[in-house]
């Protein structure tokens, strides 16, 4: 079945640095683009970034653009989010998706 898994969030310091990552398992992953998606407490899902199946092309919420960069490896299955930077508004819970499905998220916590 249809698996993506996030890793790597956790508490940062403002100005602080995470990656992120996705596993994908249980479909073709080189062949769909992936997004990145965030919901903050008490806010609607924001759209983060997404990257292109060949990596080649990328696109950015205005709020994390020369911050947070996307990246994958399609050899590995995996999605990538390195954030610089953080900002408490960037505390949220980050999901990463394709073609309609999610993960689990991952909780990233900045700090003043």
């Known amino acids: 079945q249809v698996q993506l898994v996030e890793s790597g969030g956790g508490l940062v310091q403002a100005g602080g640095s995470l990656q992120l990552s996705c596993t994908a398992s249980?479909?073709?992953?080189?062949?769909?683009?992936i997004n990145w998606i965030r919901r903050a407490p008490g806010k609607e899902r924001e759209f983060v970034a997404s990257?292109?199946?060949?990596?080649?092309?990328?696109n950015y919420a205005d709020s994390v653009k020369g911050r947070f960069t996307i990246s994958r490896d399609n050899d590995k299955n995996t999605a990538y989010l390195q954030m610089n930077n953080l900002k408490p508004e960037d505390t949220a819970v980050y999901y990463c998706s394709a073609f309609g499905y999610w993960g689990q998220g991952t909780q990233v916590t900045v700090s003043v």
């Open positions: 249980g479909f073709t992953f080189r062949d769909y683009t």
């Open positions: 990257i292109s199946t060949s990596g080649r092309v990328a």
